[in-house]
Structure formats: C-alpha cells, structure tokens
C-alpha cells in the first residue's frame, strides 16, 4: 500500500482505536495487518497524532492515552471513539449483498458466513429489505461447473447456441464462472473451437462430468461478442421505436436521424440472430444496406417460416 | 499540527458536545485552523465535507437561546455508532471471502469490514460478480431498513413511496414500495430514477409478507393482465424453464418439450418474446393474442 492521504487514515484511525481500546495490549503488527495500514505510518500516526486528541481544555484528563512497549499497544481514555462509526448505506448493502449471493451460492445452512450475515442482518435492522439474486441457473449444473473447475475436470457440454439456434456438443475445460447482467456464464477452453469461449450456463442442455484433467490456461474472460472479419455488415435502419436496438446491440456505428429513428451497422455472426431482431421489430426497421449477403427476403422468409407452426 | 489530528480533534469536540457548536468556538478550541477569517471559512468547510463523505451523521442545528439564530453544529453519538454486531474472527473471514467473490461498485469491502473490526483471512479469489452502483443506493437503502417513505420522479411524473424493499434481478436494482400517488404496490428501476431521492417521514404503511416482482417486459405494463400459455420445443424448453421459473410450466411433453403460463400486460413485448425463439414455440393462448401474433406474421410473410 502506497502512502495514505489524511481521510484513508481518518477511516482507518476511527476504526482502529475502538478496537484497540477494547484488546490492552494487542501487537502493532496484528493492528496494521487487519486493518491495512502500514506500519510505520501506524507507528508514528499513534504516537504523533492520536496522543495529542482530546478535547477541550485539552489537559490530561481530556484526552486520548496512547502506549506503546515493545510493540504491545494500549490506548485508554477515547471514548469519544469507543464504537466504530457505522456502516455507510453503500458498504452495507455491499456487505450484506456480496454474504448472499455467495450463501445462495454455496447453499450453505449453516456456519461462520450465515452467523456473520445473521448478526450484521440483525444489528442494521434490516431482514427481508433486500434480496439479491445473481442469476437463474440450475443448482445441479452450477454445482457439476464448480466442481470441474476446482477440480481442473473437463467437461462434455451439450450446448444450444442462441445466436445461431443450434445444439452442439464438445468437450470443455472450464476456468471460471461468473454472473453478469443477471445471468451465469462459465469461461472456458474450448476443445472443439480450439479457443476461449464463454458459455451461458442457462443454455447448457446437458453437462457431463469427466475424469480427465486439465492444466489451467489462465483465460481472460473476453466479452462473449467478437464479430469476425469474414462476418457480413449490414446496416439496418429503424424507426425512432426502435431506436433502442442501438443501446441494446453491439454494433460498429450508429448515424441518428432527424425523425428520432437510427441507421445502425451491424455485424452479422449469425442468421438466427438477425432473423430474430426483424421478426421483433417488423415494419420499424428494414436493411438499407448489405441485403445481397443475408437475403433479399429475410423478414418474409421467417415470418413465413414461423407461420408454418400456425397453420 | 496535520490535517489529521485537526480532524480528529473536530470530531471529538462535535460527538462530545450536548448542544451545538458554533463555527466560531470550534474555531479557538481546535488548533490548526488558519488564522485569516476567510481561509478559516474555507478549511472548515472542507473539512466538514470530508466528515459527510466518510458518512459520519454532522448535523447542523439551530443554537438554543441565542438572537439572531445562529448556525451549530454537533454529531449524535448514537447516530455515529451503529449497534456492533459482534463478529467472530471466522464470520469476519467468511465476510472477507464474499466480499472479494461479490463486489460492489465503488465500494471497498476492506473499508466496510474495518468498522466491523478489521479485515480477517486472506484469500485470492477471482471475483464472480460485480453489481452495479448507484448514487440512491445508499439513501434507499437507509429509508428501507429505518422504515422511512422516499419522493423521486420517474418516468416525469413525481412519487411518494413507502419502501418495502431493494431487490437485484437479473442485473438491475429494483426498488418495490407502496406508492402513495397511485395507492398500489409498485416497483421501479433504480437507474431509471431521474435525480436523487429525497428520504421523507416515517412510512405510514406496513411491509407485506411478500412482494410482488416483476421484472420482464410483458410484465411492465398497465394492460389488463391475462395469462397466456406457450409451447416451447425440446432444444429451447430446458434454458426457458430457468428462465421463466419452474412455477410457470403447466406441462412437460415426452418429447422434451413443455408448455409455461405467463401473466401478460404488455401485449406488444410478449410478442417480443415469443418470437425470440423463432419457429421453436407457439403460442397457445388465448385466442385473441394467438390471432394478433399470426396477423403480425401475415403482414410480413412472403
């Protein structure tokens, strides 16, 4: 930890003294580990500022005593000082949100995580004020992902790709497992691809736990969307409707027009995917450019194809 | 005489006092500050901000029994101390772990740990999630746990609310309460709130034993609800029963397929919905929606 500016200290401080306070003659080494304050600067911030707070008339008797004898620590009198200041809003919600996610996780019923987050519950007055759920994913699966990741197992996935609407099936090494935007994901090596994929583990259809092992390979955790050079450009023009597909869709540029509509370009890694997005949105957008590579027709022909199961 | 020790002798004078001080008498009880009134001005002011930032209760209060009134400032001891909860090493461990596993934007789980008594454990691990931040975060969170209504506007229009509760769903926070505007249970999204809340008196009704969320498009709506059933294939009906909850499936075919009732009041994002898994569903139900989704399609069809 680099040097600490007067408000990282004051936290510190304010967090520090009750502690000690409560625990005579406990090691500096202990204090400026538990509480990330280098040693040296304790040392001195002790000695050299703490010793001379108080109040007024600032005699003896009015302010705080710091100790020190061989390292052993005592501070008496500061009972301005004698709780620690309470949570923020911000650091309890972290707190109390980051215990359930990992209990709900874990599906832990008992031990230090839930007594910790029962106490904390109970001392902030809150229980049933806030709910936090990570993602929705099948409780086997996410407990068969755990398992092959820590144990370095591969995985045999059945697999159904969303933006090309077909089921695969290939072996895995899966490396870590994540949520985002209120979905689980697990990174992995891919065998089949050769390369690092990241897997929507709500479109797994079914997961094989094997005994073979794998060496980790450290993956970076790529966004899950990389159009290739090879993949067709279109650019789609919608109304001002539906304008949000800007927001919503990764793309490589937008040209906003003067009736609140868009022309967005758009990288096409899969047909199922543009099918998708003009069977949504109908008469509110239409390809201005790119249509001799996706088809001429490609509204119509979904459309139609969709019709089939109607008739 | 460093910034800190001023500080620390300003925040002992404030959370020792019974009544307010004044900008003056803290100025000759605390040493430290410039001379000059102006720098004086200043540096107390900054000083006060860095006490606020940190979340510590500094009140400004009026001083009794003094014409013209005059500005005081104290800090309620029991405003600034929360009740101590008394944690175990292994429970500040096991905290230490979630919180390095589940982080918080903009938040430092150490700093929250440290008023708790200090960071336990040390452990590498790669972070799962990380959830998002957001400026009413903290002020609602206050007003749920003190039982205290809130105002804010939203989509232009302006609400009282009676926080129940702040829930994360599928990436956002939600904020579900009683609005007093349209006398119902009603849920927002709470980076859709347009500006900061403002945190009110004491709600004036009670927090249900449940409540009722909503978070997908064809539920945000003020349609008339209805129930519409679909049919999804083998390949696609495993990941929508995550998806849509284990509570909406009516049916499981032999094939693998099942069918799922939804509750609708938005005709047009369900819509949406359904034609999101492409010729992979149908729409069953009721005959009117079914009617709609097929006339769209005719429109378009070759």
Known sequence: MSRLNSSDRLARLLAIIPWVASKPGVHLDEIAERFDYPREHLEADLLEVVQFVGVYPFTPDTMIEVSLDDDQVWIRYADWFARPLKLTGEQAISLLAAGKSV??????????????????????????????????APEEMVDLLRTAITEQRVVELDYYVFGRDERTHRAIEPERFFADEGKWY?????????????????????????????????????????????DPRIVLEVTANASWVAQQYPNEGVVELDDGGARITLAV????WLERLLV???????????????????????????????? | ????????????????????????????????????DASFRRAFERDKDDLRTMGIPLKTQTVPGVDPPIDGYRIDPEEYAGSDPQLDPDELAALHLASNLVRFEGVSGDQALARLGGVVGEQEVATVAALPSDDNLGPLFEAVRSKHSVTFRYNDTDR?????????LRGHWYLIGYDHVRNDERQFRVDRIDGRVEVGAAATTERP???????????????????????VDADQAGWAKHYLGRDAVVQSHDDGSAEFDLVVRNREAFRSFVLTFLDHAELLAPADLRDELISWLEEFAA
Not at chain 2, 160 to 168: A, I
């Open chain 1, 186 to 230: 697990v990174s992995a090596h891919c065998r089949m691809a050769d390369d690092e994929r990241v897997f929507r583990v709500d479109r797994i259809v079914a997961a094989d736990l094997t005994e073979e092992t794998f060496e980790r390979r450290g993956t970076q955790s790529p966004g899950s969307f990389t159009p290739r050079e090879s």
């Open chain 1, 269 to 272: 890694t899969a047909v199922p």
């Open chain 1, 280 to 311: 949504r949105l109908g008469s509110d957008a239409r390809i201005i450019d790119g249509t001799e590579q996706v088809g001429e027709n490609m509204l119509a022909t979904t459309a139609a194809r969709i019709l089939e199961r109607y008739r």
């Open chain 2, 1 to 36: 005489m460093s910034k800190l020790e001023r500080l620390l002798n300003l925040l002992a004078a404030l959370l020792h006092t019974s009544v307010p001080l004044t900008a003056e008498q803290l100025r000759t009880r605390i040493e430290g500050y410039p001379d000059a």
């Open chain 2, 209 to 231: 034993a449940s409540t009722d969320e909503r978070i997908e498009s064809w539920e945000l709506g003020d349609e008339e609800p209805i129930v519409a059933r679909i049919l």
């Open chain 2, 160 to 168: 009282e609310l009676d926080p129940y509760k702040l829930s994360f």
């Open chain 1, 103 to 136: 209990l709900a996780m874990s599906g832990e019923e008992s031990g230090p995580l839930l007594g910790g987050l029962t106490k904390l519950g109970a001392a902030l007055g809150v229980d049933q004020g806030l709910e936090i759920r990570l993602g929705s």
